[in-house]
């Protein structure tokens, strides 16, 4: 009998060595593979204060993964008409290329595709110089614009069946990676409300679904050619009426059933501002990878980051490597942001995303802690 207990002890000692051997080989990336930011890109002007966060905010806090929402403030070699009119230059971003691969951080800029061409009363860079690419041109812009309106009107979009928009787009997408020196893109597509409508020519009568998820498809396939994985935003691929999530983050369009028809590479940025929804695990069954968003709501980012390592520990091997993380998003811009970062804005409001910042980086370097 002592032999058989000596065994047993025996035996539980070196599972017990061998269980913290293994724990004491983890890193944060095992634990949470991705914990990002992400936020708009600098004014030249604001360049080194942005660095400055970079270098004494977000690497101290572990962030990895940096989504750059550029758009048109770059100062592009391959449509000069498309730049805004003070922009990035190329040894600007070279800058921020810099200090990112000194701290371990992968960038991925972004460029809005498809929708979000309008916001508020403004047109965008793309259908102001390329109009023959608006999806809706009767639509005209109000001078005044109010939510809700009668045509629906939120933010354009451009026509994908369009003969001539991927030539002006993708040179645009290409030379913005090839700057950033990046492996990903986001092509955002959000909050897409206008996509195979009546009037168009080319998209008239077609299936909706069908049409975004061959965008994403065609954008997806363009950045393979060069290794690149495609990003975006999930709130499309969500049935917005039969969840209760709402026209915002979820689908009233029917373009909802693209979940079905994209390509499993693409990497799901998963928003969800004011509830933890439990969406991430749709994803994942659906064979995508996703990562969860959070922007102003510090409560709900922490049991969003909660919830993405419980996913985890709690997932077959299989849908594990699907949660990857969290990326915590700004919806002002840069100087707006740091201002209230650095105490210098007293507006109503700002001072929110800064909490919920810190507050879910707490969480997350907490949590991947507890688990080294």
Known sequence: ??????????????????????????????????RGFCIAAPSP????????????????????????????????????????????????VKRIVSVCRKNNIRIIPQINLLGHQSWAGDIGNLLREYPEFDETPDIKMPEKYAWPNPDGLYCKSYCPLHPDVHKVVFALVD??????????????????????????????GRD????????VRTIRD????????????????????????GEWEGSFNNTHRAVDLIP??????????ERP????????????????????????AVLQARDMIKFRDHSTPQMKERF????????????????AYYGRSSRPGDDDQVKCFKALFDEINSLTSASL
């Not at 002007?45 to 940096?66: C, H, M, Q, S, Y």
């Not at 030379?175 to 009546?198: P, Q, S």
């Not at 990857?324 to 201002?339: C, K, N, Q, Y």
Request: glycine share 6%; hydrophobic share 40%; proline share 5%.
């Open 222 to 245: 363009h950045l393979a050619l060069n290794g690149r994985q495609l990003w975006i935003w999930g709130d499309r691929l969500i049935d917005g009426k039969t969840t209760g999530i």
């Open 175 to 204: 030379e913005i990676c090839n700057v950033f020196e990046t492996d990903a893109f986001h092509a955002g597509m959000d909050e897409v409300f206008y996509i195979g409508e009546k009037q168009c020519p080319r998209c008239s």
């Open 1 to 34: 009998m002592k032999r058989i207990l000596f065994f047993l002890s025996l035996v539980a000692a070196i599972g017990a060595n061998a269980q913290q051997s293994s724990k004491s080989t983890l890193t944060p990336d095992d634990i949470m593979p991705v």
């Open 324 to 339: 990857r993380g969290m990326v915590h998003t700004i919806w002002s811009p840069a100087e707006t942001f740091l201002d």
């Open 277 to 300: 929804d439990q969406t991430p695990v749709m994803f994942t069954m659906k064979g995508l990878s996703v990562v969860t968003c959070p922007w102003r709501n510090p409560e709900s």
């Open 208 to 215: 909706k679904a069908e049409l975004f998820a061959g965008e």
């Open 264 to 273: 499993k590479d693409v990497m799901i940025c998963d928003w969800h501002y």
């Open 45 to 92: 002007a604001g360049l080194d204060r942005f660095i400055k966060f970079i270098e004494g905010e977000l690497a101290p806090r572990n962030v990895n993964t940096l989504i750059l929402r550029v758009d048109f403030n770059y100062q592009f070699e391959s449509y000069p008409n498309l730049r805004d009119s003070v922009a990035l230059t190329k040894a600007d």
